[in-house]
């Protein structure tokens, strides 16, 4: 293969011209639903329709019925990847990552129509789910391209001496089980199963069980790329699939984005050395935060304030990397409240294929109880200073909060919400504010708002976060540029989209030669 | 570009230019001596020292205390590597609590000193003694209102209430000034002298890129508000255009409103064409159909501009992957200009046109090409920005033409994104103010445009 040119993000579309809005349109009236989605191992698929996943804007459509893996069939997919394993390992792996640039290609060709997949499944808006399909494309571009690096054997560091030759190589572990989270329906899916793959791991994939949908179009986009189809299993289910996949010894590696019980759950399951098996599991967990932005009192709130709520509640803040809590200078507290909101008062709160739509639907009814548990809480122990919002009736919408005056130790300030509920909190200073962060046992995200680049230091040397974003949205990592993932209990610490993420899936191998022969270098 | 016709005109574009420089008041010579701070003459050399001094400017208003506003000085300070001495001195000063307030003051002065040659009064009656003084001086005026961005619906209330109350101070102050004929008419009848521009962002706070019918739902009965009492206090109502993310939404909002049948009469309306956009010849000729399958008593004002947004049009577009939106050359946007000048001139009278520009190349392009038209001086309006342009404007007004200054009226804590913006503008490599200020000879600035073609 020859030299690839350098990696770029794919453009999301420019929708503020009305001829590219009506190209989606299109996509989404081409959608042919409901998807048959089997469990599919190798040639073999097994359709069903034990998981059906709506639309959660209108309950009843249903958007795709796909098959749940038993735990038999959890296991029959990780004994054909291990059976393919060898063969894919042993394929160049300027091969593999032509496949991975193939299947990037297919993504790039049914961009419109995988949006309106992610669209009607997960209920992400127009920009967002054409933004999904984009990172999707990214992440197989990139850990292509960085797999292909990772075999540079010019990228060897190691220090050589006369008469002996020292070489890194890395190897790939064996089976992945990709167990994916819904939010980003193609991307983290796509993400996972790519760095994988790049470097010569076979995987089952075990998609969300919102969004088996979306998996089967990862998988069908992957082996029309060529990616042998033993060594992409397609295997939907709920928790119990994925269980039965975290107890199969052959499992090398489990790579999982999701909450942070299950992340738990997983990391507690793979200590467990079974018997019989012949290596550690590695675990690389993605998990939630509780992400703060930080208001200094020189804060421009003309730009804190859109910023804010885009990281609030675009998709209903149903990101990792979503704002919770706003810490706000007392100096500005109650200015930014009323502003914000205003602000919040004037988002709609509507279907995802609606342009205007700036809060969708959660993604199921669990979810919008669990906001609305969560905004009783506040509404009783502190204020709600948003108003009544028009809501749709039918679909799992809840309207946005913004609540202010919560308690230090109310459970509101420390336990994931994952929806559109926002609280503010008045500092003293920057410092009080960090002594809070610091407080959290999680670290995902973080924000800061300040014009004094002194601040903004002391910032960057305190904060724990993951991904740390000054003057502008916590949310919106992109591939190459913002590496992403958290610290503390938020994750293993990896980083998506990130040139060291792929170390995560290979191990390293050192060979040493000696080349004296009889007391001469040969 | 027809070939011919541009080289027939190129004589009298100098002849134009040179006379027009020749009328630029002697005793300032230089414009950006305008701004006396010496601070800018050296921002305009320096890129750290110009991202200090506006990072500086922007936070100003958000400052709680003089020793603040100092600790932000010298923070940004900080960050240039090649400091001048002055600048080593003032960070020396900043070493101690009551020289932080002395130099937090300094710097306040400063901006603030600075902020009064943009902004005309902190309101729009603060702003008729200098509106008044530019009329008697033969200069029309538009009043910008600034103001902080507008977030919320109460916000959007309150900047459509300060339009209402300005267009009923300016109305009334302006009917009591004298008269000024070649201000007043033009070939397609009278123009109203109250003029009042507005900005669709500050009239909601929905506007949405991908969403344009949002923000037109939400800002249409607000400006609609506007224009019925703009009719009925015989007064114009220009609507500014801003980045290219809202184009969308505020020219179809204007087009459509001004289409229903209770403003056929009334009032006198405009809109702004950028020429900086590569698509700008488009949009004009969605503006031309329009003007054609509406007859309106009076004619649309079609502001042709450069463009103020152009950092942020190239940034987005690279951060997003898309092609940039606006020319990347200077030339081409000037050739551009140029060609969007004689469009509109050769369009009338279905629009009437402003043309908003400092360059004095397409100044005098404009002037010369009206007269290869055969227009009448009154035929063609001359905008220049308050602050900026002062010059350009009263040589214009003195060769009679017929000109109106942009003044810009608003506290400075919420003026000061609009007078960052100015800075950066006038300090920008290829700002022809610049050029003008530094000397490059007047044969050179009155050249046709290098295109890249």
């Not at chain 1, 998981?51 to 959660?56: F, G, R």
């Not at chain 1, 967002?128 to 540079?152: K, P, S």
């Not at chain 1, 019980?261 to 967990?285: D, I, K, M, W, Y």
């Not at chain 2, 249409?220 to 184009?247: F, N, V, W």
């Amino acid at each position: 293969m020859t030299t690839l040119p350098p990696f770029r993000n794919e453009p999301v579309l420019e929708l503020r011209r009305a001829t590219e809005r009506s190209k989606l349109a299109v996509g989404l009236g081409e959608l042919r639903l409901p998807l048959k989605v089997p469990v599919w191992i190798g040639r073999e698929q097994r359709f069903g329709d034990e998981l059906v996943s709506t639309d959660p804007g209108r309950p009843e459509r249903i958007v795709a019925l796909a098959a749940a893996a038993s735990a038999e069939e959890a296991d029959a997919a990780v004994a054909t990847a291990q059976a393919a394993f060898g063969r894919w390992a042993a394929t160049p792996v300027h091969e593999r990552a032509a496949a991975l640039l193939r299947a990037a290609a297919w993504m790039r060709e049914r961009r419109a129509s995988l949006a309106a997949l992610a669209l009607r499944e997960c209920a992400k808006p127009w920009p967002e789910a054409d933004a999904d399909v984009c990172e999707a494309i990214d992440f197989l571009e990139f850990y292509a391209r960085g797999a292909l690096e990772l075999q540079d054997p010019d990228g060897s560091q190691l220090l050589q001496v006369p008469g002996e030759r020292n070489e890194l190589r890395y190897v790939p572990r064996g089976v992945c089980a990709v167990i994916a989270p819904w939010n980003f329906p193609l991307a983290i899916p796509t993400g996972m199963t790519a760095a994988a793959l790049a470097t010569g791991n076979t995987v089952v994939l075990k998609p969300a069980e919102q969004a088996p949908g979306c998996g089967m179009r990862i998988v069908e986009a992957l082996r029309a790329g060529g990616v042998p189809a033993a060594a992409i299993a397609l295997l939907p289910g709920g928790g119990e699939t994925g269980a039965a996949l975290a107890r199969n010894p052959a499992v090398a590696t489990i790579a999982f984005t999701g909450s942070g019980p299950v992340g738990l759950e997983l990391l507690r399951s793979a200590a467990e050395v079974a018997p019989g098996a012949r290596q550690l599991t590695r675990v690389v967990a993605e998990m939630g935060g509780k992400n703060c932005i930080v208001v200094d009192s020189d804060a421009d709130l003309d730009e804190a304030i859109p910023a804010i709520v885009e990281s609030a509640f675009h998709y209903a803040g149903q990101k990792c990397s979503a704002a919770a809590r706003v810490l706000a200078h007392e100096a500005l507290h109650d200015a930014l409240v009323e502003r914000l909101a205003g602000a919040v008062a004037g988002l709609q709160v509507g279907p995802a294929d609606d342009f205007g739509t700036d809060v969708p639907p959660l993604i199921e009814r669990d979810a919008q109880q669990r906001v609305q548990r969560y905004a009783a809480i506040a509404g009783e122990s502190g204020e709600i200073v948003t108003g009544e919002h028009d809501v749709p009736g039918e679909g799992w919408y809840v309207a946005p909060v913004v609540a202010a005056g919560l308690p230090p130790d109310s459970r509101v300030l420390r336990e994931e919400v994952f929806g559109p509920l926002l609280t503010v909190e008045s500092v003293r200073d920057v410092d009080e504010a960090m002594d809070r962060i610091d407080g959290l046992p999680v670290a995902l995200t973080g924000g800061l708002f300040s014009r004094n680049p002194r601040t903004v230091q002391r910032v960057i040397e305190r904060s724990p976060v993951g991904n740390l974003y000054i003057n502008r949205s916590t949310t919106g990592a992109m591939v190459g540029r913002q590496p992403f993932g958290g610290n503390r209990l938020s994750g293993t610490g990896t980083k998506a989209g990130g040139r060291e993420y792929l170390l995560h899936f290979v191990e390293p191998r050192v060979v040493t030669e000696n080349t004296v022969r009889h007391g001469l270098v040969v | 570009m027809v070939v011919g016709a541009a080289t027939s005109l190129e004589p009298e574009i100098r002849r134009v230019g040179k006379a027009l420089s020749e009328g630029f008041p002697s005793h300032r010579g230089n414009p950006l001596k305008v701004l006396d701070d010496r601070a800018m003459d050296l921002a305009a050399q320096d890129a750290e020292l110009r991202a200090a001094l506006f990072r500086f400017v922007d936070v100003v208003p958000a400052c709680r205390s003089l020793d603040d506003l100092a600790a932000h000085l010298t923070s940004f300070l900080g960050e240039v590597h090649a400091q001048p001495p002055s600048l080593r001195a003032a960070m020396r000063i900043g070493d101690t609590k009551a020289g932080r307030a002395a130099l937090g003051a300094a710097g306040a002065a400063g901006v603030r000193r600075m902020a009064h040659r943009f902004i005309v009064g902190e309101d729009p009656q603060a702003a008729l003694p200098t509106l008044r003084r530019l009329w008697r001086d033969g200069i029309a005026a538009s009043v910008d209102l600034l103001g902080e961005a507008t977030v919320t619906a109460e916000e959007a209330d309150r900047y459509a209430a300060r339009c209402a109350q300005a267009l009923d101070t300016l109305a009334a102050a302006y009917a009591r000034m004298d008269e000024q004929p070649l201000l007043e008419r033009d070939a397609s009848g009278p123009l109203p002298r109250a003029n009042l521009s507005v900005k669709v962002s500050a009239l909601t706070p929905l506007l949405r890129p991908e969403a344009p019918e949002r923000g037109q739902r939400d800002a249409a009965p607000r400006l609609r508000a506007l224009l019925r009492q703009a009719k009925q206090l015989d007064a114009h109502l220009h609507i500014d255009m801003e980045s290219l993310d809202t184009r969308e939404a505020v020219l179809e909002l204007v087009l459509d409103l001004l289409a229903e049948a209770e403003f056929a009469d009334g009032p006198s309306a405009g809109v702004v064409l950028q020429a900086y956009l590569r698509d700008s010849p488009q949009t004009l000729d969605t503006i031309l159909e329009w003007a054609d399958r509406t007859p309106r008593a009076l004619p649309l004002v079609v502001r042709l501009v450069k463009g103020a947004y152009w950092d942020h049009e190239v940034v987005e577009a690279r951060q997003h992957g898309w092609s940039v939106p606006v020319f990347e050359r200077k030339g081409d946007c000037d050739a551009n200009f140029e060609a969007l000048t004689a469009r509109l001139l050769e369009a009338r009278p279905l629009v009437r046109v402003a043309i908003a520009s400092h360059n004095l190349r397409s100044v005098a392009h404009a002037i010369a090409r009206n007269r290869l038209l055969d227009g009448e001086p009154r035929d063609v309006e001359f905008q220049v920005l308050r602050g900026l342009g002062d010059d350009l404007g009263r040589a214009l007004a003195a060769s009679g033409l017929r000109v109106r200054s942009y003044c810009p009226v608003g506290d400075l804590v919420a003026g000061m994104a609009y007078l960052v913006r100015r800075l950066l503008e006038n300090t920008a490599n290829e700002s022809f103010l610049a050029d003008q200020a530094h000397g490059v000879p007047l044969e050179q600035l009155l050249a046709p445009p290098e295109t890249s073609t």
